[in-house]
């Protein structure tokens, strides 16, 4: 009887420690700094046009968008499928599909899977199956197609010629199993929207390379999650990488940017892999996260971005508290109470003119929506020039932003209730 009495005391005193311990972070409201009234970025309505639909092109999620204002074409990227519209009438032109078949890209290229003796399927180094291989490897093609789903994941203008990552699922079978790497597989579209080339990525156990971003210059970008912790912003500490650099041929050189100490304190890996953005700007690769607020090049921070109405500090603080208080209720964290721990959220970016424009979310209860975004204006080594706010409508959500250098525009990607729109604002 002592021992359950002095258990039941200890578990009450534990709850109740736990309970004064989450109530401030429950009950936080992020302070609200002074900011200045800076010159604004000048943008003007230019039109809207809607994106046509059909019965075998019905868009469910925009993920990824780029516009060559050249040729007059935009492309989005819808599930696993890419389509192509004309940039002034909406237009649908065509549809790539990442389809099954696309797997055997993977097989034929010579690319491996990578070695990590942590793992028992990945301690001898073997082939990638073509599908024509199945049936002597034991694989049943009409299983494989239930696993391989392929899909498209980001698309980018760079000089007038689209390119998009999808991500390509090939079987290999290690030691002991059956498995199936996701592979990074980089498509060059020529100037009649179809696949002229491809490049597969090569993996490397450091850094399994998502195609969540990426950028080409002479070399290409992409964002690279790693499983293990490595030497980090010039060897001042160890954290895991986000992002890497490929030759073109997709051989991989080395780890540019890791989790900053922030994210550290957030979870490191059990937060889930963070992704960055790449951005060139006066021919110099950015680097954004979602919740750092700063510019990064290849190793080191650039700059921090200003005038921002919040900080995310506490966030990083409390976040890990937050979730162990979510666990102990068997609840799921509450939208609300990260929003006030993350005020500030940067979902996009882009270059004009040598100029970077992060584009940031902004949560405030004092908005209809509860929140806003904004956009802001700076020269290349960090100085802040202009900014500008805009407001989102309940019926009418901006669900994805796309800038147009040919005709300086910003284009808003919007889901009503019947139909999606790009509505287009002149940049100045």
């Not at 498995?179 to 929207?193: A, C, Q, R």
């Not at 270059?351 to 929506?369: G, Q, R, S, T």
């Amino acid at each position: 009887m002592k021992i359950i009495l002095i258990t039941f005391v200890t578990l009450t005193l534990i709850s109740s420690n736990c309970t004064m311990k989450t109530q401030h972070i429950l009950e936080y409201k992020p302070e609200k700094l002074q900011t200045q009234n800076l010159n604004k970025i000048n943008i003007e309505p230019k039109g809207i046009i809607e994106i046509e639909e059909d019965e075998n092109n019905i868009i469910q999620q925009i993920t990824s968008v780029a516009i060559i204002g050249e040729s007059n074409t935009l492309a989005l990227i819808n599930g696993k499928d890419l389509l192509f519209y004309d940039n002034t009438t909406g237009k649908f032109i065509k549809k790539i599909e990442a389809t099954f078949e696309m797997t055997d890209l993977v097989a034929k290229s010579g690319r491996k899977p990578y070695i990590d003796s942590n793992y028992e399927r990945r301690k001898v180094e073997v082939p990638y199956i073509s599908t024509t291989n199945y049936t002597q490897n034991g694989i049943d093609g009409e299983i494989a197609q239930q696993f391989i789903k392929n899909f498209f994941m980001s698309l980018k203008n760079i000089n007038n010629t689209f390119y998009s990552f999808g991500t390509i699922y090939c079987y290999y079978i290690g030691s002991s199993e059956k498995s199936i790497d996701n592979i990074p597989v980089l498509f060059v579209l020529n100037d009649e929207l179809n696949i002229e080339s491809y490049v597969v990525m090569d993996l490397n156990k450091n850094s399994h390379a998502i195609a969540y971003d990426f950028y080409i210059n002479n070399y290409i970008y992409l964002s690279a999650p790693g499983m293990y912790k490595v030497p980090a912003f010039g060897g001042e500490f160890d954290s895991y990488p986000t992002a890497a650099k490929y030759d073109l041929e997709g051989n991989f050189i080395k780890s540019v940017s890791h989790m900053t100490n922030n994210y550290l304190l957030k979870g490191g890996l059990k937060n889930g892999w963070v992704y960055p953005r790449f951005i060139e700007v006066n021919n110099h690769i950015m680097i954004v996260y979602p919740e750092e607020l700063a510019v990064f090049g290849e190793n080191k921070k650039l700059f921090d971005l200003q005038n921002l109405p919040f900080k995310n500090d506490s966030g990083f603080v409390y976040y890990q508290d937050y979730l162990r208080y979510c666990r102990s209720k068997e609840m799921r964290p509450d939208i609300d109470v990260i929003a006030r721990l993350f005020p500030i959220k940067i979902i996009d970016a882009f270059e004009n003119e040598n100029k970077f424009y992060p584009i940031i979310l902004v949560w405030d209860k004092n908005k209809p929506m509860g929140f806003y975004y904004l956009i802001q204006e700076y020269t290349s080594d960090g100085k802040l020039l202009r900014e500008v706010a805009l407001d989102d409508e309940p019926e009418n959500q901006i669900r994805q932003f796309a800038f147009n250098k040919y005709d300086k525009e910003l284009v808003l990607f919007k889901k009503s209730k019947t139909s999606w729109t790009a509505e287009k604002w002149s940049l100045r």
